[in-house]
């Protein structure tokens, strides 16, 4: 999902709720113990909150270059499965 979202295009993406681990890509250890979170609803991942911050760390390509980055995205759920507010900040 977030490398084929348009403004995000991250690839090896990773994910953080808070102080939790939702998806790590790396290191191997903990791919393999985030990797079961994949098939668990986002909403659900989030202790059910109905807006908060994650923060997706990836890489980016452009013109043949990759770049490491952060997206801090802003989720709001209506019910539990529809994102319709997203706030990025990049860094390296």
């Keep these: 999902m977030l490398e084929e979202h348009p403004k995000l295009l991250l690839s ?3 994910v953080r709720h808070q102080t939790m681990n939702l998806y790590m890509q790396a290191p191997p250890v903990l791919e393999e113990m ?17 807006k908060d911050i994650v923060l997706v760390t990836g890489t980016t390509s452009k013109d ?3 770049t490491s980055c952060l ?7 209506k019910g539990q499965d529809a994102v ?3 706030d990025m900040a990049v860094g390296a």
């Design 12 to 14: 090896k993406a990773s």
């Design 34 to 50: 985030t990797r079961s979170n994949l098939g668990l609803p986002l909403f659900e991942l989030m202790g059910k909150v109905s």
């Design 64 to 66: 043949d270059k990759k």
């Design 71 to 77: 997206r801090k995205l802003c989720l709001v759920f």
């Design 84 to 86: 319709i507010d997203m």
